[in-house]
């Protein structure tokens, strides 16, 4: 365990991947980039999921000699929503040591651009919901997981004000432009690769 000011003793660095989860679209599609039109459900054992749904979640420290200088959180997901960042895309949460603050950033599954927020707020909640996820996902014998990754939780939840601040924004008329209107004239490629 290391101690990280203002989040407390946590493990340095962790890897959790599992396919118990589910990103959704409860309607119709209407807008290729607003984030706030996908749900996340996490299953249990004995439910049925889809297979095709992954997340996998990284956790690094970085240090400053012997200090550590930034903790970052790495929240990776693969599903069939027509949303590139759930479609192999990721989150990249940085908490900085020295000011004590969260900053998130987003990754396009295709080509790795960085990914613009419409609704940087919904985007955080489901992030809280797949750490919690993977507390309740954790095995027996898994408590250090466990309390690093609950720890993570109330610090991002106390930070959420300034998580939500630190994201890049999407122009707000593409966030509103309906799907039809971003429909190429050629239906080569898919239509949601940006």
């Not at 003793?9 to 807008?31: A, G, Q």
């Not at 960042?85 to 989150?91: A, C, D, Q, T, V």
């Not at 507390?135 to 309390?147: C, I, M, N, P, T």
Request: aromatic share 12%.
């Amino acid at each position: 365990m290391v101690e990280v000011n203002g989040i407390g003793d946590v493990l340095p660095s962790f890897r959790f991947e599992t396919d118990k989860v589910n990103w959704f679209t409860p309607n119709y599609v209407s807008n290729h980039h607003d984030e706030k039109q996908v749900r996340f459900e996490c299953r249990e054992e004995d439910e049925w999921w889809n297979p095709n749904d992954k997340m996998i979640i990284t956790a690094s420290s970085e240090f400053l000699g012997n200090n550590i200088s930034a903790y970052k959180l790495t929240i990776e997901m693969d599903s069939e929503v027509p949303l590139s960042l759930w479609r192999n895309g990721k989150i990249e949460l940085t908490y900085d040591v020295a000011s004590q603050k969260w900053s998130m950033k987003g990754i396009s599954g295709y080509g790795g651009a960085e990914w613009r927020f419409c609704s940087p707020d919904a985007v955080v909640d489901m992030v809280l919901d797949g750490l919690r996820c993977a507390v309740f996902l954790y095995g027996a014998g898994e408590d250090a997981l466990k309390d690093s990754t609950s720890k993570l939780i109330r610090s991002l939840e106390a930070g959420r004000n300034h998580l939500i601040k630190s994201a890049v924004l999407y122009p707000a008329e593409d966030c509103s432009k309906s799907i039809t209107d971003e429909l190429p004239t050629t239906m080569e490629g898919p239509f949601f690769d940006y």
